[in-house]
C-alpha cells in the first residue's frame, strides 16, 4: 500500500489504508474535472476527488488512488460505501418494485420505516412522519406543520445555522452571505439570534460564569424589542451547528431552548440533517442534552446514499389532506436503504463505536494541537468532530486560505477532508472505521499541517 511519514511522533508507519500510485489530481481525474465544469452547474466543490468506487472508508479515484474518507459523502455514509446488507437491501427491492408514490398508495417498507423513526426520537408522545428526499425538504415540511398547527408566522433561527438552500429554509439558514446572496426576499418572518459558539461568544462572556446569556437574551432582549413570543411557531435549531462551523454548545443552551419554547407555546424543531444516525454517540445529538424535541428532521445518512428524509412530528400535529405531499419521498428503494441503514446501526453497535472511536480522535486532535500553533480549538461529540485553524490563538483570527491549503495538501496524501464554517475543518468518518484508520488520518493531516507551516 506504500508508506506515509508518521512525523507527529517521529516515526514512520506502513499505511493500511491510503495509496496514491499518481499525484492527485491525476489525468483521469483532471478530465472528468475539466468536463464537470463545462457541464454541471456551479455548486459547491471542495477538492478535485474524481470517485471511481468506494469500500468501507476508502475511496478509490478514476486514476487507481486509495484516499481515507473523513468526509463520508458530507456525512451520508455512516455505515460505509457500499455496506454488504445496504446493498443487498436495495437490489431485492429493485428486483421486486422500484416505486409506487407512497403519498397517494400504500406499501409496508414506508411504514415499518415510519414506525422504527417515530419510535428513536425522545420523549413520550405518538408519532408520525413525513418523509422527503433531502434534509432541506425536511426543514420546509416543518415549517408548514408549525405554521398550519399554530397559526403563528415567525421563526427564530440562529447565526451560523445551515437548514437548506431552497426559499423556506434558506430564509431560516444564515451561515455565510454567498448562500443569502441575491436571493432575497426569502421567506419572511425568520430572526435570527447568536447560537452559543463559546470558543468566538458573540457577547464576549466566558462559558463558565455566562449563564447561558445567549439563551437568556432571547426572552430579556429579543421578545421584549422586537418579536413578538406569541407570534413565534417555532425555534429552528441544530443541537450541533454542522455547515456554520461544527460549533458544540454548553447543555445549558440546549435546555434553555427547550424552556423557552415551553412557556412560550412555540414548537421547537431539531435539524438532525447532519448530526444524527449515530454519529455524535448517540442515536440523535440531541440526546446529550436530554431535551425532546416536538419536531426532529433527518436526512443525509438516513439512506446511506439513496436520497430519504424524514420529518418526525407528534401525531397531533398532522396537517389536512393534501396540504402537503410528494412524488418520491419514501421511494421503495430508499426505503429498503434506510431500513437496511437502521439495522446495522442497531446490530453492529455503531452508535457505542462510535463514541469510543471519537473518544480515540479527539484525543489525537487535542495531541496534534499541542504541536500545530495554527489549531485554535478542538471540538466534537462522537466521530462529529473538528479543529479550528487560526492565525493567532490570541487573536483568533481565522486562518481562511491556510485551511484551504490544508485540505489541499491532505488531499495530495490521500485523506478526503471537509471545510466549516469560516476557518474550522471537520472530520467525520464512516463509523465503521477502527482506531488504525483514524491515526492514518491523522498522520497525514500532521503531514498537511508541517506543510503548510512551511
Given at each position: 500500500?506504500?508508506?506515509?511519514?508518521?512525523?507527529?511522533?517521529?516515526?514512520?508507519?506502513?499505511?493500511?489504508?491510503?495509496?496514491?500510485?499518481?499525484?492527485?489530481?491525476?489525468?483521469?481525474?483532471?478530465?472528468?474535472?475539466?468536463?464537470?465544469?463545462?457541464?454541471?452547474?456551479?455548486?459547491?466543490?471542495?477538492?478535485?476527488?474524481?470517485?471511481?468506487?468506494?469500500?468501507?472508508?476508502?475511496?478509490?479515484?478514476?486514476?487507481?488512488?486509495?484516499?481515507?474518507?473523513?468526509?463520508?459523502?458530507?456525512?451520508?455514509?455512516?455505515?460505509?460505501?457500499?455496506?454488504?446488507?445496504?446493498?443487498?437491501?436495495?437490489?431485492?427491492?429493485?428486483?421486486?418494485?422500484?416505486?409506487?408514490?407512497?403519498?397517494?398508495?400504500?406499501?409496508?417498507?414506508?411504514?415499518?420505516?415510519?414506525?422504527?423513526?417515530?419510535?428513536?426520537?425522545?420523549?413520550?408522545?405518538?408519532?408520525?412522519?413525513?418523509?422527503?428526499?433531502?434534509?432541506?425538504?425536511?426543514?420546509?415540511?416543518?415549517?408548514?406543520?408549525?405554521?398550519?398547527?399554530?397559526?403563528?408566522?415567525?421563526?427564530?433561527?440562529?447565526?451560523?445555522?445551515?437548514?437548506?438552500?431552497?426559499?423556506?429554509?434558506?430564509?431560516?439558514?444564515?451561515?455565510?452571505?454567498?448562500?443569502?446572496?441575491?436571493?432575497?426576499?426569502?421567506?419572511?418572518?425568520?430572526?435570527?439570534?447568536?447560537?452559543?459558539?463559546?470558543?468566538?461568544?458573540?457577547?464576549?462572556?466566558?462559558?463558565?460564569?455566562?449563564?447561558?446569556?445567549?439563551?437568556?437574551?432571547?426572552?430579556?432582549?429579543?421578545?421584549?424589542?422586537?418579536?413578538?413570543?406569541?407570534?413565534?411557531?417555532?425555534?429552528?435549531?441544530?443541537?450541533?451547528?454542522?455547515?456554520?462551523?461544527?460549533?458544540?454548545?454548553?447543555?445549558q443552551f440546549i435546555k434553555d431552548m427547550a424552556a423557552i419554547c415551553r412557556r412560550h407555546g412555540i414548537l421547537l424543531v431539531d435539524d438532525?440533517?447532519?448530526?444524527?444516525?449515530?454519529?455524535?454517540?448517540?442515536?440523535?445529538?440531541?440526546?446529550?442534552?436530554?431535551?425532546?424535541?416536538?419536531?426532529?428532521?433527518?436526512?443525509?445518512?438516513?439512506?446511506?446514499?439513496?436520497?430519504?428524509?424524514?420529518?418526525?412530528?407528534?401525531?397531533?400535529?398532522?396537517?389536512?389532506?393534501?396540504?402537503?405531499?410528494?412524488?418520491?419521498?419514501?421511494?421503495?428503494?430508499?426505503?429498503?436503504?434506510?431500513?437496511?441503514?437502521?439495522?446495522?446501526?442497531?446490530?453492529?453497535?455503531?452508535?457505542?463505536?462510535?463514541?469510543?472511536?471519537?473518544?480515540?480522535?479527539?484525543?489525537?486532535?487535542?495531541?496534534?494541537?499541542?504541536?500545530?500553533?495554527?489549531?485554535?480549538?478542538?471540538?466534537?461529540?462522537?466521530?462529529?468532530?473538528?479543529?479550528?485553524?487560526?492565525?493567532?490563538?490570541?487573536?483568533?483570527?481565522?486562518?481562511?486560505?491556510?485551511?484551504?491549503?490544508?485540505?489541499?495538501?491532505?488531499?495530495?496524501?490521500?485523506?478526503?477532508?471537509?471545510?466549516?464554517?469560516?476557518?474550522?475543518?471537520?472530520?467525520?468518518?464512516?463509523?465503521?472505521?477502527?482506531?488504525?484508520?483514524?491515526?492514518?488520518?491523522?498522520?497525514?493531516?500532521?503531514a498537511a499541517l508541517r506543510e503548510v507551516r512551511k
Amino acid at each position: 500500500m506504500g508508506y506515509i511519514a508518521g512525523t507527529l511522533f517521529g516515526w514512520e508507519s506502513m499505511a493500511r489504508y491510503a495509496n496514491i500510485v499518481v499525484e492527485p489530481p491525476g489525468p483521469r481525474a483532471r478530465k472528468v474535472v475539466e468536463q464537470d465544469r463545462r457541464y454541471i452547474a456551479t455548486t459547491t466543490k471542495t477538492s478535485p476527488v474524481v470517485a471511481e468506487s468506494a469500500s468501507g472508508g476508502v475511496v478509490r479515484d478514476v486514476d487507481g488512488n486509495d484516499l481515507l474518507d473523513f468526509a463520508s459523502g458530507i456525512a451520508v455514509m455512516n455505515v460505509g460505501h457500499s455496506h454488504p446488507r445496504v446493498v443487498k437491501a436495495v437490489q431485492e427491492q429493485a428486483e421486486r418494485l422500484f416505486h409506487f408514490a407512497g403519498t397517494d398508495f400504500y406499501y409496508s417498507a414506508q411504514v415499518d420505516l415510519a414506525r422504527r423513526l417515530a419510535s428513536s426520537v425522545p420523549g413520550q408522545c405518538e408519532r408520525k412522519v413525513f418523509f422527503s428526499n433531502s434534509g432541506t425538504e425536511s426543514i420546509e415540511a416543518a415549517m408548514k406543520l408549525v405554521r398550519w398547527n399554530t397559526g403563528r408566522e415567525r421563526f427564530i433561527a440562529f447565526l451560523g445555522a445551515f437548514h437548506g438552500r431552497t426559499l423556506g429554509s434558506l430564509s431560516l439558514t444564515a451561515s455565510r452571505p454567498v448562500q443569502q446572496e441575491r436571493f432575497f426576499p426569502t421567506v419572511p418572518g425568520a430572526v435570527h439570534v447568536p447560537y452559543a459558539y463559546c470558543y468566538r461568544c458573540a457577547y464576549g462572556m466566558e462559558p463558565s460564569s455566562c449563564g447561558a446569556h445567549c439563551a437568556r437574551v432571547i426572552e430579556e432582549v429579543y421578545f421584549q424589542y422586537n418579536v413578538p413570543p406569541e407570534e413565534v411557531a417555532a425555534i429552528f435549531l441544530e443541537p450541533v451547528q454542522g455547515e456554520g462551523g461544527y460549533i458544540f454548545p454548553p447543555k445549558q443552551f440546549i435546555k434553555d431552548m427547550a424552556a423557552i419554547c415551553r412557556r412560550h407555546g412555540i414548537l421547537l424543531v431539531d435539524d438532525e440533517v447532519q448530526a444524527g444516525m449515530g454519529r455524535t454517540g448517540r442515536m440523535w445529538a440531541i440526546e446529550h442534552f436530554d431535551v425532546a424535541p416536538d419536531i426532529l428532521c433527518t436526512a443525509k445518512a438516513l439512506g446511506s446514499g439513496l436520497p430519504i428524509a424524514a420529518t418526525i412530528f407528534p401525531a397531533r400535529l398532522d396537517m389536512g389532506h393534501g396540504a402537503h405531499s410528494n412524488t418520491f419521498g419514501g421511494n421503495l428503494l430508499a426505503c429498503a436503504s434506510a431500513t437496511a441503514t437502521l439495522d446495522v446501526i442497531e446490530e453492529e453497535g455503531l452508535i457505542e463505536r462510535a463514541a469510543s472511536l471519537g473518544e480515540h480522535l479527539h484525543r489525537r486532535l487535542k495531541e496534534l494541537a499541542e504541536l500545530h500553533e495554527i489549531i485554535g480549538d478542538v471540538r466534537g461529540l462522537g466521530l462529529m468532530q473538528a479543529i479550528e485553524l487560526v492565525k493567532d490563538r490570541e487573536t483568533k483570527e481565522h486562518a481562511v486560505m491556510e485551511r484551504e491549503s490544508v485540505i489541499t495538501h491532505a488531499y495530495k496524501r490521500g485523506l478526503i477532508l471537509l471545510p466549516a464554517g469560516r476557518s474550522a475543518i471537520r472530520l467525520i468518518p464512516p463509523l465503521t472505521v477502527d482506531k488504525d484508520f483514524l491515526d492514518e488520518g491523522i498522520e497525514i493531516l500532521d503531514a498537511a499541517l508541517r506543510e503548510v507551516r512551511k
